[in-house]
Structures are given as structure tokens and as C-alpha cells.
């Protein structure tokens, strides 16, 4: 009998300890006493095993009834318990009450631990601890965030990105039938520009079965400033993702490999060499038991090999751009600005109470990842009192006072400028444009296509500068603010080169004196405006000449003159000081262009009219160091 009972136990167990595997799998639960879900885990590990062993019971009972002797279940005078007894008054040994006692007295001592630890949470009592959770310093925006060239505006969303993506997968008729296109589209900088990526996924598990074994073939890059979509196909496929089964599901991946880590959500992203990676995010509570969530690290999973390795937040290396994700930034935001001044103040005073309007963005700057969101009085409804730049991976935030529209009123400005066209505004981005902070939107039709594109004043939103183009319509939005147009200057490397110049010519662009030359054995034409060097005026037809350029389009522009020697008037370089000029020069750099260009005329140089205007007036703006970054 002895046995039997044994035997009857490790069956138990075992059924148990195979059910709770299943649960497991299934509920990936942190094996941390921080993690609600693994007390959850356990309160259903106890459930599973009294449910075991209650059908156990079950199954002697409905044996002892087969046997022809009656049993009933009474309760034992001697010890209290509840035994199932033949009618003849012997104990059969089969016992109820002590594996249900003890089984829910650990369910109500986990249930009060659980009630305890949400208790000590609770914001009335930590109301200053989550105002501290982030750390908000004033920021510059003139400074913070130069001013970009137009062709460095990025204009694809998530919205967008998916459709290039979607419409690039159906070119490729040996994927379409057996991939799908994540929904992910990760916003990060790449090679200093800003891309949405996001891996392919099978399509559905006869697809998983048939394709498993070479993984993923491909991931997709959609340059979010040209609109330029890409599947990148991989010398070996990724064997970790979402949609793999068992374990090499990402999520089961990590799980195993790092039973005690809390994770957040999964992304996906590239390094600079354009390999895939699984970026998981560790949690830490900095608020009672389990609560003030915040970031402490992140685990890098190779997609193709699987090689993982966990950093702590400060060692994460700096290709990576989403480590905190957008939901937790906005509820710290939000925490931030409600309990300015404690709990009692953010129900009833309400003084400095402050929140997040409703939606962001991302910025890219100096090759990090920012969320944008602005900043709104509780009371107020249409206008912001700031707006804030968080870092994604470090958490760096500064706020800037910047009175202003909300995002929502600057799209129904743009909106109701185009009203006619029933066209729908995309969530803004934020850009500096003149040193003064613009919301940027794409216009679509119902179609989700993009038609037009709009700039909007922050501080003034009934200033809007729509156009078919991004140069049409900052062109309209700078008329409208009464400004110059003047093209930022994109950074670009440069080339030094030597020569005689053999032809030349001038122009006036939007007020500047531009020059027009080539020199000698080469057809090329080069362009410098007259702020390049004091001496260009004096340039003519065999002048020896030291310069760099950059490539500018069908032109080569002139970054920087070294050297200038005239033919008569010798060597003049960048060092030396201007000689006085000749009372029978021309007194001005235009009358002398156009005598240069005289002078070209009667020898029968011809001038091209091709070259683009606004790239020899690019020297008047700075230097761009980052892109914004579009969508949600």
C-alpha cells in the first residue's frame, strides 16, 4: 500500500510540474519576486497542483465505488480532516484537507504580499519620488537644434513607410507568398540619416515549417528624407524573431538565457554595419516594490546567430536609438508635470501643474533618437506652454519655453488652408527654421498618398506655408513671416584642386553676386559666391587658382579659396591684406561680374543658364548637424 501511495504522489507531481512548464512557456514570467506576473505565476502553480491532486482523490473514489463497498466522505473526530470512509468505518487513506489548507493559506499570504507592495506605491505617498523619476534641464533651441537644408526633411511616417514597405514586398514575387512585412518599422539613425526598419515574418505556420530552417531571408529600410525603400537581403537568415516558434521565438529566446530580467518590449534595429539585432530593454522598479518603472539596461540579441550580451544603460552602445520606449517617457513626463508641487497641489491648486499634449514624434540629433512632445497647462485646451526633446537612449531631456499652438491646432491650420482639398495633416515634426521653432506636416489625400506639405508657425499657427514641394512651401511660410529665403547650407566633403581659370562669368542670385568658371583642360564648371573670398571680384581668365569644392548637383561649388594670382597684379592669397583698387576699376563686385561677363561675351564663351539658383546662395546658413525624425 505503501507503494501504491508513493507511486500515486510522484504522478502528482510530475502531471503538476508539467502543467506549470506549460504555463510558464506559455506566460514567460521574470522568475523575480518584482514581477507581478510571476506571483500571478505562482498563485496558478498552486491552483494547478490542488486541482492535480483533487482529481486523484477523484480517481480513488470512483475506484472504491467500483470496488461494490460504498465510501462517504465524513470528517475525522481525531484530527479534523476530511477523509473518505468505507461504510464499513475503515479510513481508505485518501486525505483532502491538508493539501487544501496549506495551498490557500500560500494564495492569501501571496495575495497580502501583493496588496502590500501596491500600498507602497501608491503616488499620495511618492508624489515627489515620481516627479523625480526624470530629470528635466532648460534647453536652447537655437542652439539645441541647428537649422536644417530642405532636402534633409524627412517626410515618411510609420503610416507611410508601410505602404512603401508593403509595395516593395510585392515586387518581390518569390517572398510575398511566404513572408509578411513586420508592423514595426523602428525609427532610428542610420549612417547619419533617419530610417524606419522592420524584419519580414512568415506569413503563417505551414509558411514557418517550410522556411524555418534558412530563417528570414531579408529585413526593409525606408530612408525616411528620399522616400527610398530597400529590402536588404542577408548572406544568413535571422533564426530569432516574434514570429519563430518554441525556442527560438525571440521573447522565449531571452526568457531561458536570462531568467531574472525583467524585459520590456522587443524592437528591432541595425547597427552601423547594417546587421539585424533584437534590442530587449531591462527593468528596474525605483518606487516601492514594483513600481517607478525605469530602464537599467538592455539585452542585444544577433538575429542571425542569436549571440546576445546584457549592458547596463550607460554601457549600451550608441548605434542603439530606442532604449526607452515612447509610453513610459510620456508617463514620466506626465508624473513630472502633475506633482510639481506635490500630491495635494496636483488635485486641487493645481500651480505649475503641467502635462503632455496628445501624440509625439521623434527628432534625430547628433546621431541619437529624441521624442518630442510639447507641453500643456492643465487648463488649457489650444496651446502649449513648451515643449520637450527626450534622448530614447540616455534619457537626456530639456525643456524650452516656447508658447505656442498645440500639435492638434497647427494640423487644423494647415488643414483649413488646404480645406478645399479635404486633405488630412500627419502628426508634426518640430524644426528651426530662422531660429524659430516650426511644426512641419505632409498633407494626404484619402488615399494616404502625400500631396503637399505645410510649415506652421508655433508661437503664431495662423502663419501656414503650404506648397506641392518642401521648398515651395517653406518658400510661402518665409514669405508669410516677412523673412528672406535663404537656403541652409548642406555639409558635404570636399576636393582640392588647382588650375588657370580659362572662362568666366557672373550672375546676380537672390542678391548675392554668384561666379561662374572652368578652367583650363577641364569642362567642369564651378560656382563661388563673392562671401567666399574677398578677392573674387578681381578674378579673370588666366588667374592661377588654389580652391576646394564640393560636388553640389550638376556644379561643383567652391567651399574655400587658398590661393589667387592674377596676371598682372601677381599672387594673392587668403593670408594677405586686398590691395586698394584702381580708380579705373569698377567700384562695386557687381559692376566688375559684369564687365567679366563682357568680357567673355565678345570672346564667344558661352554662359549656361542650368545652374540651380539656390545652391550658390546655400554659404549665407550654417551647418546642419542632425535630421528630425517623423512618426509615431
Known amino acids: 500500500m505503501k507503494a501504491k501511495n ?158 512603401l514597405g508593403s509595395r516593395k514586398l510585392g515586387e518581390m514575387t518569390e517572398l ?120 537599467d539596461g538592455a539585452v542585444l540579441v544577433n538575429a542571425v546567430t542569436g549571440e546576445s550580451e546584457w549592458y547596463a544603460k550607460e554601457d549600451v552602445p550608441q548605434w542603439v536609438d530606442q532604449l526607452y520606449y515612447a509610453e513610459l517617457l510620456i508617463g514620466q513626463l506626465d508624473d513630472n508635470g502633475r506633482f510639481q508641487h506635490g500630491y495635494i497641489n496636483s488635485v486641487f491648486g493645481q500651480k505649475d501643474v503641467r502635462r503632455t499634449t496628445y501624440g509625439y514624434n521623434y527628432m534625430a540629433i547628433n546621431d541619437d533618437v529624441y521624442l518630442y512632445t510639447g507641453m500643456s497647462s492643465v487648463t488649457a485646451d489650444e496651446s502649449n506652454i513648451g515643449f520637450v526633446l527626450v534622448n530614447c537612449r540616455t534619457k537626456e531631456t530639456k525643456f524650452y519655453t516656447v508658447p505656442g499652438a498645440t500639435e492638434t491646432s497647427a494640423m487644423a491650420s494647415a488643414q483649413g488652408q488646404v480645406q478645399h482639398l479635404n486633405y488630412s495633416a500627419t502628426f508634426p515634426l518640430l524644426l528651426n527654421i530662422s531660429n524659430r521653432p516650426t511644426y512641419f506636416l505632409s498633407l494626404k489625400d484619402n488615399a494616404g498618398l502625400v500631396k503637399m506639405y505645410a510649415f506652421v508657425d508655433v508661437e503664431q499657427y495662423q502663419i501656414v506655408g503650404t506648397g506641392q514641394t518642401i521648398d515651395e512651401a517653406k518658400s510661402n511660410y518665409r514669405k508669410a513671416l516677412n523673412l528672406e529665403d535663404v537656403e541652409v547650407q548642406e555639409p558635404v566633403d570636399s576636393t582640392e584642386i588647382s588650375g588657370t581659370v580659362a572662362s568666366l562669368a557672373s550672375a546676380v542670385v537672390s542678391g548675392n553676386t554668384c561666379y561662374y568658371f572652368t578652367l583650363e583642360g577641364d569642362s567642369q564648371v564651378y560656382t563661388a559666391s563673392v562671401d567666399i573670398h574677398e578677392k573674387l571680384p578681381f578674378m579673370q581668365p588666366g588667374a592661377e587658382l588654389s580652391f576646394s569644392y564640393a560636388e553640389d548637383g550638376a556644379v561643383r561649388r567652391v567651399t574655400e579659396v587658398h590661393e589667387l594670382t592674377l596676371p598682372d597684379s601677381g599672387e594673392i592669397s587668403s593670408q594677405t591684406e586686398a590691395p586698394e583698387a584702381d580708380s579705373s576699376q569698377p567700384e562695386t563686385s557687381e559692376e566688375v561680374s559684369q564687365a567679366d561677363g563682357e568680357a567673355e561675351l565678345h570672346q564667344g564663351e558661352s554662359v549656361t543658364e542650368t545652374f540651380p539658383a539656390d545652391e550658390a546662395a546655400d554659404s549665407e546658413a550654417g551647418q546642419p548637424d542632425e535630421q528630425p525624425a517623423d512618426g509615431q
Not at 502543467?19 to 506571483?39: C, E, G, H, I, T
Not at 500571478?40 to 470512483?62: A, E, G, P, R
Not at 511566404?178 to 540619416?193: A, H, L, M, R, V
Open 6 to 163: 508513493i507511486s500515486s504522489m510522484v504522478i502528482r507531481i510530475l502531471v503538476s510540474a508539467a502543467l506549470m512548464f506549460l504555463l510558464f512557456y506559455s506566460m514567460l514570467p521574470a522568475v523575480n519576486l518584482r514581477d507581478k506576473n510571476f506571483l500571478v505565476f505562482l498563485i496558478l502553480c498552486i491552483l494547478i497542483f490542488l486541482v492535480v491532486n483533487f482529481l486523484s482523490y477523484t480517481k480513488d473514489f470512483l475506484q472504491t465505488l467500483g470496488s461494490g463497498r460504498g465510501v462517504q466522505m465524513v470528517k475525522d473526530e481525531e484530527t479534523g480532516q476530511f477523509v473518505f470512509r468505507r461504510n464499513s468505518g475503515k479510513r481508505s487513506g485518501v486525505s483532502l484537507g491538508r493539501p487544501l489548507k496549506y495551498g490557500f493559506i500560500a494564495i492569501g499570504l501571496i495575495i497580502i504580499l501583493m496588496t502590500v507592495a501596491s500600498l507602497l506605491g501608491l503616488q499620495f505617498f511618492n508624489a515627489t519620488r515620481y516627479r523625480d523619476l526624470i530629470t528635466i534641464e532648460d534647453g536652447d533651441f537655437a542652439q539645441d537644434v541647428a537649422e536644417l537644408n530642405m532636402s534633409q526633411i524627412p517626410v515618411v511616417d510609420k503610416d507611410t513607410a508601410s505602404r
Open 176 to 295: 510575398v507568398s511566404q513572408f509578411e512585412i513586420q508592423d514595426d518599422y523602428t525609427q532610428i539613425n542610420y549612417k547619419g540619416s533617419p530610417y524606419r526598419v522592420t524584419p519580414l515574418r512568415y506569413a503563417d505556420p505551414i509558411k514557418w515549417l517550410f522556411n524555418h530552417k534558412e530563417g528570414l531571408p531579408a529585413y526593409l529600410t525606408v530612408d525616411m528624407v528620399t522616400q527610398e525603400t530597400n529590402l536588404v537581403w542577408l548572406e544568413n537568415g535571422m533564426r530569432y524573431s516574434p514570429s519563430e516558434y518554441f525556442f527560438r521565438n525571440i521573447y522565449r529566446y531571452i526568457r531561458f538565457k536570462y531568467p531574472t530580467k525583467m524585459f520590456e518590449t522587443v524592437s528591432f534595429e541595425i547597427d552601423d554595419n547594417g546587421t539585424p539585432y533584437w534590442i530587449a530593454p531591462t527593468i528596474s522598479y525605483r518606487i516601492g516594490w514594483w513600481d517607478g518603472k525605469d530602464i
